[in-house]
């Protein structure tokens, strides 16, 4: 395979070379856009018809109502009890881990009573309906239904609601069997722009839901981006990512497959190596040149390595944390001695991953922490998804008679600085006159 572009870290233009190597614009077509947008329109006014109707001609599927587009909770137990019983298993393993870790992000209600006796405090509650789409057919995540679909349970979310497409009436049992294992309520055979739409809006057999999650193409993501304000959405996406520091004391096989389990997502997906060993970084590259050789998706990768891939050389390791830092990575693996130490110096990454046997690959599937992470830098700003992106919170207030004087004197004096007269009347009233 061709050389990965090489960077030197103290080299005069290096900021403006990495700025050049990240740069990734999340912007869609022109048409696309507009197609979604009526696509939306449509689904809002012909509800259940609109989403036949795109069925039949999108996904290539004879169906005349929305029955054969809707799975029953027997459906999915009987995909979950067919599955073959390693695959099983390693949902199951993988679910249990998922949930347990998630169990503790579980955020409660507080309330505390001042001097004067008026309450203050957070009311934590679950959204009540949840959506989450799934890519359908050939490609297979269940994984990503475990990512979505458990954190909402846990958080207690009312109602759990399910798209997924099967274009030509082709069903993936292992996401089918993921949804049950999750809980997940209701499951719709429906993909792309229409389902987001009715997911959105809702239709006569679709329910409305508060908050969309889950991984979709270039359709789906334009499609949430244009619900969003109607409902919630989880992030747009975009490619995949993983940067790995590494002390060149790690097998350069391993470093070599990590950055290809991210570069075979898609050619645009980038992996990044950073190391103050210029010896490792070559021998890094001889070993991808061998390994690529016996891998499935060998050209998706090559491209992906030749056009978004980067190996960085660096002073050493304090200035590897300053190049990642400014990566704000979404996948970061640190191949280091210490590394839980030096993790701590890191301010911006998605999911870190410590230490020489960690591969991110186990944070895809079974770690626990949650696989939907911030990508292309907004890491400095996010975080991965979670059961607090399904509970919202409400703050409580209630004043005492005493606490009422004394809010509504300081509320009084800022509302007339706001040229605000009722706002300040309104704090004044509750004032005993006497």
Same mark, same amino acid.
Not at 206 to 229: E, L, M, Y
Not at 233 to 258: F, H, R
Not at 342 to 367: N, S
């Given at each position: 395979?061709?050389?990965?572009?090489?960077?030197?870290? @103290?080299?005069?233009?290096?900021? &403006?070379?990495?700025? %050049?190597?990240?740069?990734?614009?999340?912007? +869609?077509?022109?048409?696309?856009?507009?197609?979604?947008?009526?696509?939306?329109?449509?689904?809002?006014?012909?509800?259940?018809?609109?989403?036949?109707?795109?069925?039949?001609?999108?996904?290539?599927?004879?169906?005349?109502?929305? +029955?054969?587009?809707?799975?029953?909770?027997?459906?999915?137990?009987?995909?979950?009890?067919? &599955?073959?019983?390693?695959?099983?298993?390693?949902?199951?393993?993988?679910?249990?881990?998922?949930?347990?870790?998630?169990?503790?992000?579980?955020?409660?209600?507080?309330?505390?009573?001042?001097?004067?006796? $008026?309450? &203050?405090?957070?009311?934590?509650?679950?959204?009540?309906?949840?959506?989450?789409?799934?890519?359908?057919?050939?490609?297979?995540?269940?994984?990503?239904? &475990?990512? @979505?679909?458990?954190?909402?349970?846990?958080?207690?979310? =009312?109602?759990?609601?399910?798209?997924?497409?099967?274009?030509?009436?082709?069903? @993936?049992?292992?996401?089918?069997?993921?949804?049950?294992?999750?809980?997940?309520?209701?499951?719709?055979?429906? =993909?792309? !722009?229409?389902?987001?739409?009715?997911? !959105?809006? =809702?239709?006569? #057999?679709?329910?409305?839901?508060?908050?969309?999650?889950?991984?979709?193409?270039?359709?789906?993501?334009?499609?949430?981006?244009?619900?969003?304000?109607?409902?919630?959405?989880?992030?747009?996406? =975009?490619?995949?990512?993983?940067?790995?520091?590494?002390?060149?004391?790690?097998?350069?096989?391993?470093?070599?497959?990590?950055?290809?389990?991210?570069?075979?997502?898609? /050619?645009?997906?980038?992996?990044?190596?950073?190391?103050?060993?210029?010896?490792?970084? /070559?021998?890094?590259?001889?070993?991808?040149?061998?390994?690529?050789?016996?891998?499935?998706?060998?050209?998706?990768?090559?491209?992906?390595?030749?056009?978004?891939?980067?190996?960085?050389?660096?002073?050493?390791?304090? %200035?590897?944390?300053?190049?990642?830092? $400014?990566?704000?990575?979404?996948?970061?693996?640190?191949?280091?001695?210490?590394? /839980?130490?030096?993790?701590?110096?890191?301010?911006?990454?998605?999911?870190?991953?410590?230490?020489?046997?960690?591969?991110?690959?186990?944070?895809?599937?079974?770690?626990?922490? @949650?696989?939907?992470?911030?990508?292309?830098?907004?890491?400095?700003?996010?975080?991965?998804?979670?059961?607090?992106?399904?509970?919202?919170?409400? #703050?409580?207030?209630?004043?005492?008679?005493?606490?009422?004087?004394?809010?509504?004197?300081?509320?009084?004096?800022?509302?007339?600085?706001?040229?605000?007269?009722?706002?300040?009347? +309104?704090?004044?009233?509750?004032?005993?006159?006497?």
């Amino acid at each position: 395979m061709d050389s990965v572009l090489r960077l030197s870290a @103290n080299a005069p233009d290096f900021s &403006l070379q990495l700025q %050049q190597r990240l740069a990734w614009e999340a912007v +869609s077509d022109g048409n696309v856009a507009s197609t979604v947008a009526e696509i939306i329109a449509t689904v809002r006014r012909d509800g259940d018809a609109a989403l036949i109707r795109y069925t039949k001609q999108l996904d290539a599927l004879a169906v005349d109502d929305m +029955s054969h587009l809707t799975l029953s909770q027997d459906d999915l137990q009987r995909e979950l009890q067919t &599955l073959p019983a390693e695959q099983r298993d390693a949902l199951s393993s993988a679910a249990d881990r998922v949930r347990q870790y998630h169990e503790h992000q579980k955020q409660e209600s507080w309330q505390y009573h001042e001097a004067d006796g $008026t309450l &203050l405090g957070q009311q934590v509650r679950p959204l009540d309906r949840a959506g989450l789409y799934v890519p359908g057919g050939k490609a297979s995540y269940p994984s990503s239904v &475990l990512m @979505n679909a458990i954190p909402a349970k846990v958080a207690g979310v =009312g109602e759990l609601v399910m798209v997924v497409p099967t274009p030509k009436g082709e069903r @993936n049992a292992m996401v089918l069997a993921a949804a049950a294992l999750a809980g997940v309520d209701k499951v719709f055979t429906v =993909g792309g !722009a229409q389902a987001v739409a009715a997911l !959105a809006y =809702g239709t006569e #057999s679709v329910p409305r839901v508060d908050k969309i999650t889950g991984p979709g193409n270039t359709w789906v993501a334009t499609a949430k981006r244009q619900v969003f304000g109607q409902v919630g959405i989880d992030m747009i996406a =975009g490619p995949s990512e993983i940067c790995v520091v590494c002390d060149g004391n790690t097998d350069p096989d391993w470093i070599a497959m990590d950055l290809f389990s991210q570069a075979e997502h898609d /050619e645009l997906a980038q992996s990044i190596l950073i190391s103050p060993d210029a010896a490792f970084l /070559e021998a890094v590259q001889k070993s991808m040149d061998r390994l690529v050789q016996n891998l499935p998706r060998r050209q998706v990768i090559e491209t992906s390595m030749r056009d978004r891939g980067v190996f960085i050389e660096v002073a050493d390791i304090d %200035q590897a944390i300053e190049v990642v830092n $400014t990566i704000a990575p979404e996948h970061l693996e640190l191949s280091l001695e210490d590394a /839980e130490k030096w993790a701590k110096q890191v301010r911006h990454a998605g999911a870190i991953f410590m230490g020489r046997y960690t591969a991110e690959a186990l944070g895809d599937y079974c770690a626990g922490p @949650n696989h939907v992470l911030p990508t292309s830098g907004t890491a400095r700003y996010s975080s991965p998804l979670g059961v607090y992106d399904f509970q919202k919170r409400s #703050s409580l207030i209630s004043c005492s008679p005493e606490g009422a004087a004394t809010l509504g004197k300081i509320a009084g004096v800022l509302a007339e600085g706001e040229g605000l007269t009722a706002h300040a009347e +309104s704090a004044r009233y509750r004032i005993p006159k006497n």
